[in-house]
């Protein structure tokens, strides 16, 4: 059965400062990975989808990697803003058609 | 992008009335959807899979007389929390694919429902 974990579980930091989030799951054979945003009582936002024969992708301030055989992936996010502040959650399906596992959270406080 | 919305956003109960919640894929044909629920601090966890035409899919632990899905066309699927009790009450997250979008396995999520059972 496949369990994401995502470290660290809280993250506060200072406006500007580049940071790292944690994924990493349990079973290497994924289709892709997704990294997800969730403001505190709503919906989730796709930020990015690295699919399984990718090592990253980028949009904007933010670059997820992608190491398929350690089980791992990372957010980076440069230049951090308070409106960066939020909850990221990591997924991944087993496959295309499956639904997703999520881990349960980073939830970054960008301070200004 | 395809659109995900939900109805309603918000919806308070008394404990043993039933609610119905309304998934609906706004700008593509969804053969299946997700339900997605999530309690405070936790993380969004897989109810049941909703596919149109057949019977759904329940995850472990999951009572599918409780939580009642129909997908009774390719753009909406209904979950319905029947008897509904206090510990019922939480955050229901629906999703989609969009199975037209070749190359991509993007989720499309709705922005959710909170449910409160007084």
């Known amino acids: 059965k496949q369990e994401v974990t995502q470290i660290p579980a809280a993250l506060s930091v200072p406006e500007g400062e580049n940071l790292v989030l944690n994924c990493s799951f349990t079973d290497s054979a994924i289709y892709n990975l997704q990294w997800f945003r969730q403001d505190p009582g709503k919906g989730l936002t796709s930020l990015l989808l690295?699919?399984?024969?990718?090592r990253e992708q980028t949009s904007g301030r933010l670059n997820a990697s992608l190491d398929k055989s350690s089980g791992r992936s990372t957010l980076y996010i440069a230049a951090s803003q308070p409106g960066d502040s939020a909850t990221y959650l990591c997924a991944v399906p087993n496959s295309g058609n499956t639904p997703l596992v999520f881990g349960k959270g980073t939830r970054l406080s960008v301070i200004a | 992008g395809a659109v995900v919305s939900q109805h309603p956003s918000r919806v308070i109960c008394k404990s043993g009335t039933s609610v119905k919640i309304e998934c609906r894929s706004l700008?593509?044909?969804?053969?299946?959807m997700f339900w997605y629920r999530q309690f405070p601090k936790q993380s969004l966890m897989l109810m049941a899979t909703?596919?149109?035409?057949?019977?759904?899919?329940?995850e472990q632990g999951v009572e599918k007389d409780k939580f009642l899905i129909n997908h009774a066309s390719l753009t909406l699927s209904t979950l319905t929390v029947t008897s509904a009790h206090p510990e019922d009450s939480s955050f229901y997250i629906c999703?989609?694919?969009?199975?037209?979008?070749?190359?991509?396995?993007?989720?499309?999520f709705g922005p959710g429902t909170r449910l409160t059972v007084l």
């Open positions: 700008d593509f044909q969804a053969t299946t």
């Open positions: 999703s989609a694919r969009d199975p037209l979008l070749a190359g991509t396995d993007t989720q499309y």
């Open positions: 909703s596919n149109e035409g057949s019977k759904a899919t329940y």
């Open positions: 690295i699919q399984s024969s990718q």
